[in-house]
């Protein structure tokens, strides 16, 4: 039952032409052949609304799926207009959820789809799950229905365990990619990694790095003795640095690594093999992991970094010293994650050792402000937008921000795409002028006419909501927290921004006024979520009646009043309410 | 029972402390999002009680369990209660936690509100933070997110339920468990705020104690490093730091490796899901199937009948048992589990071993002052 073009297209039947239509000026064949070709989610929409055959043939020479929202369809919509289907990308629950604001068991959960895929893609060959839960079972399904299977990926999914992954390195004999990113299950335990066959030898792709398991070293070893294709390796920090220094011995092809441990006692002779095997790998482009990494080990590294792109500290807290003597040795980095125990010093060096730097992403030590650290402040951020003019995507923690600092900042990289401030006090004005941060957003989406991702904070009125709902025309998500001042705020945003698709808005005084504003918008958007806002029950009930293809679920807290609507998700979806909706799900 | 002294000092300080907070709220905040319930005068005593206590003890801000069990727990706190007032760290879900807020917001005189943006650093030195920290006003939500906690990945055994079981099945080491209000720290600890993933919180404390790290790391000053597992390792240590130590509500992880002999992988157990040995054995038991090991026939349930209603203890912990259960602590030294309390035993605890009792003999183990 092989997939190709000889079947007959239900295209070619008699009743798919409407009378009117014109006849087609391609045979059908030639169509499917020529949409093959087309990758791009965006474009296979847009073909598939031109005409009816178009739209055929399209879902025909369809192979890959994504879905956004895996409550938006449901796997038999799926399964009834896609056919010949190779990879899936399916996406969970809210995004907030990786925060801890969804309680647990909120649903997301992958079987039912496994089970229809299944049933109807027996040649499935790539999944990828974000922020869904995957238990075991759907694991021990997921190995044994698919013969040609590849490649997995699980980023933040969580429910599973040591026997689901057994399953997989067991029975996929085809796999080439295992890559489980940000997994929030608990000890996984390490048994699974000595399941793969002896001759197994496929893999190109293993990334176990945030899995909390213990694994056989030498099980490992052979492994990556084995595979001689591997380029991403990314390992747990159960691994010592010596017995990197082995796998490395083993795979200096690798393009991605994620190290272990990055401390242990080493004899000179030690470091310098250790030295020597990472100087042997030419061709690193990405390097994470180095937990608990100092400056005595970090050195070792610099033999490597020559072509390193990205570089992910976000796992080490490096001071400002030993971060600048590293970034030397990396002149070409476009991507950088580190944590702010570096300090607006450690910013500088950035600014100057890296100039080609397009992401960077600061996290803190000290969410909590338990030890009052200084951390980065307006001064690191305005250093590197000083020396990388092409920056585009920036994360940013910080405690203090002036309007000033980001008007100068925007000035300087006028092509950011992606603009995540986070100023970790809810509500907190411009140190300097003590006035709320409108300015500065403003600047924002006046002067970076290809923003997509914004996330605002500090003290903020509506006079920010109004600037980018008038200015953002490329807004594609928005996360607004303990912001504005009245419904009016909110409403600027859904009657401008042509272009938004997902909202995120907590502790806000954004009432049903304001919700029930958008309800046209919705439909065009993925989804919109407020929560501790001041919407109520009634408000959530008004909207849902009023547009039936939109999902409008409340997360009912217990012993909270009646009447507001604390947890609200809306989206559109084509497959009616949630049937697995636990009991504090209320679909509307 | 040794009766708290409410001196004039007290009061004036929380009245004082009271209007600088109000002085602190901001022109946005949010609306109120809890109605006021579930108050009773009781509860306002134990908390202004176990308010005084600490500032006499002059500790940290701590978690613990509900205000309706201060009072109970008042007349036996003592020397000791410094320690276990630390212990129950564990859940930041605590369903009286509203009860705690709105006793304090009473005692004020103040309206509640949802979490007001901390009071300026200023505020943060000496004293003022433990009442700082108690102040704080809570998000509601998070109260009844009782399942999310910030460490998303808590064990299978709740920790919720592990704080509230304490008083029955772990009362064997100590008297009464403590429950004095959650700690706060100086920012108003919000669910998911400020917006890190849980996995990268965890992966943050995991791997910020080092005691190596602190040596070779000179440009690392010991306040400054990466203490975020906090003073779970500080504790016991001489620094004379009267500044109190912050502790947060969020539950962070605390991963150590346990080994047993003949088995070659290890594992990995969440030391701050629980709150006593006796969970710990347990938990141990079941991930290493030491009972099956040993063969036991008889259910749990059969058991408790047989032993008129008393849980028998886990193997780990029973000296007649074929496993053993050790430690290696700060100094490299290999201690018998159980012989310290439960904190003490969390301060200095760097990784696990079950071993079998035949090949314990041979080593020179150290003992705590109990006996094996």
């Known amino acids: 039952m092989d997939p190709d073009q000889s079947e007959d297209s239900p295209s070619n039947s008699a009743n798919s032409h409407g009378p ?86 909120w649903g997301a959960n992958v079987h039912s789809w496994l089970v229809m895929f299944a049933k109807v893609y027996p040649f499935l060959e790539e999944l990828r799950l974000k922020r869904m839960t995957v238990t075991d079972e759907s694991l021990e399904l997921l190995a044994k229905s698919f013969p040609r299977f590849k490649a997995l990926t699980l980023s933040s999914c969580d429910g599973f365990s040591d026997n689901g992954l057994k399953a997989i390195a067991s029975h996929c004999r085809n796999l080439t990619e295992l890559d489980i990113q940000d997994s929030v ?162 910013l500088e060096a950035l600014g100057s050792s890296c100039p080609l730097l397009e992401e960077l992403r600061v996290f803190p030590s000290d969410p909590y402000d338990r030890h009052h650290r200084d951390g980065v402040t307006e001064l690191g951020f305005l250093a590197v937008s000083r020396g990388c003019r092409k920056l585009r995507y920036v994360l940013y923690f910080c405690r203090r921000m002036t309007n000033a600092a980001v008007v100068t900042i925007v000035q300087n990289c006028p092509d950011f795409t992606h603009f995540r401030l986070c100023i970790m006090t809810p509500g907190q004005p411009d140190y300097l002028t003590n006035e709320p941060m409108d300015e500065a957003f403003a600047a924002v989406v006046k002067t970076c006419t290809k923003l997509k991702r914004l996330s605002v904070s500090g003290l903020l009125t509506d006079l920010t909501f109004e600037y980018i709902g008038k200015y953002a025309k490329n807004l594609e998500t928005l996360s607004v927290a303990f912001a504005g001042s009245s419904d009016w705020g909110m409403q600027c945003v859904l009657e401008g921004c042509p272009k938004l698709r997902k909202l995120e808005i907590r502790d806000c005084p954004f009432g049903n006024a304001a919700l029930l504003s958008g309800r046209e918008k919705y439909e065009m958007m993925r989804s919109l979520w407020m929560s501790s806002c001041n919407v109520t029950m009634k408000g959530c009930r008004l909207l849902a009646r009023e547009m039936p293809r939109l999902n409008v679920e409340v997360i009912k807290d217990e012993g909270n009043d009646d009447g507001q609507a604390d947890r609200v998700y809306v989206y559109r979806s084509v497959a009616g309410p949630r049937r697995d909706a636990p009991p504090f799900v209320l679909t509307l | 029972m040794a009766p708290p002294l409410i001196t004039t000092t007290t009061i004036s300080l929380l009245f004082s402390l009271h209007s600088f907070s109000s002085s602190l709220i901001p022109k946005t905040t949010p609306r109120i999002a809890q109605p006021l319930l579930r108050f009773s005068f009781l509860d306002f005593l134990g908390i202004f009680f176990s308010l005084k206590v600490e500032s006499l003890m002059r500790t940290a801000v701590v978690s613990g369990g509900g205000g309706l069990n201060s009072i109970g727990s008042m007349s036996t706190l003592s020397s000791e209660e410094k320690s276990m007032v630390m212990s129950s760290e564990d859940s930041s879900s605590y369903p009286d936690e509203p009860e705690l807020e709105l006793g304090l917001g009473l005692s004020l005189g103040g309206g509640k509100a949802k979490p ?77 705020w400020p917006p890190i993933r849980a996995y990268r919180m965890n992966s943050l404390v995991n791997h910020a104690k080092s005691p190596a790290m602190e040596e070779s790391a000179s440009a690392i000053d010991k306040s400054k490093g990466m203490n975020l597992v906090l003073d779970k390792t500080n504790y016991s240590s001489n620094r004379n730091h009267n500044v109190a130590k912050e502790r947060g509500l969020v539950k962070t992880s605390l991963f150590i490796k346990v080994n047993m002999d003949g088995i070659p992988i290890g594992r990995k157990v969440d030391l701050s899901a629980h709150s006593c040995y006796d969970s710990l054995a347990h938990t141990l038991d079941h991930m290493f199937k030491l009972s099956a090991a040993v063969g036991a026939t008889r259910s749990k349930a059969e058991e408790e009948v047989i ?66």
């Not at chain 1, 020479?61 to 990308?89: M, Q």
């Not at chain 1, 001759?199 to 398991?213: D, M, P, Q, T």
């Not at chain 1, 070792?300 to 992910?312: D, E, I, P, R």
């Open chain 2, 307 to 372: 032993m008129g209603g008393k849980r028998r203890p886990p193997i780990l912990l029973d000296s007649s048992s074929d496993f053993v259960l050790t430690y290696e602590d700060k100094e490299g030294d290999w201690m018998l589990v159980g012989d310290v309390p439960w904190e003490m035993f969390l301060s200095s605890v760097r990784r696990l071993r079950i071993r079998r009792t035949a090949e314990v003999n041979g080593l020179g183990l150290m003992k705590g002052t109990g006996d094996s």
């Open chain 1, 185 to 346: 299950t608990d000890d996984v335990g390490g048994g699974w990694l000595s399941c793969f066959p002896e001759n197994f030898a496929s893999l190109e792709v293993l990334n176990f790095s945030s899995l909390n398991c213990e694994v056989s070293f030498d099980d490992l070893e052979r492994l990556v003795g084995r595979c001689k294709s591997l380029r991403v390796l990314k390992v747990n920090d159960s691994i010592t640095l010596d017995q990197l220094r082995r796998l490395l011995v083993h795979a200096p092809q690798l393009m991605e690594l994620g190290t272990g441990s990055f401390m242990q006692e080493l004899t000179p002779r030690q470091y310098e093999d250790i030295e020597s095997a990472f100087s042997n790998c030419r061709n690193l482009q990405v390097l994470s992991g180095l937990w608990e990494a100092t400056s005595l080990y970090l050195p070792v590294l610099y033999g490597a970094c020559a072509s390193l792109t990205f570089l992910n500290l976000s796992d080490v807290a490096l001071q400002s010293s030993e971060f600048a003597k590293l970034l030397v040795h990396c002149p070409n980095l476009r991507r950088l994650w580190v944590i702010d125990t570096v300090e607006d010093k450690g």
């Open chain 1, 20 to 105: 009117t239509q014109p006849q087609s000026p391609f045979p059908d064949e030639v169509l499917e052949k020529v949409l093959s070709f087309i990758d791009s989610r965006k474009d296979r929409s847009s073909v598939s609304l031109v005409r009816k055959d178009w739209y055929n043939a399209e879902r025909w020479t369809r192979s890959k799926l994504f879905i956004g929202n895996c409550y938006s369809v449901s796997p038999e919509i799926v399964a009834r207009r896609f056919p010949r289907i190779k990879s899936v990308t399916l996406k969970g629950k809210p995004r907030f959820s990786d925060f801890n604001m969804l309680p647990r068991d």
């Open chain 2, 116 to 192: 007001r943006p901390p009071p300026a650093k200023a505020a943060a030195a000496g004293s003022w933070d433990q009442y700082a920290r108690i102040l704080t006003a809570k998000d509601f939500p998070s109260m009844v997110s009782t399942k999310a906690s910030s460490s998303s990945s808590s064990s299978s055994s709740s920790p919720a339920a592990k704080a509230n079981n304490n008083n029955g099945s772990c009362g064997t080491k100590r008297t009464a468990e403590p429950s004095s209000p959650p700690g706060r720290s100086a920012v108003s600890q919000v669910v998911g």
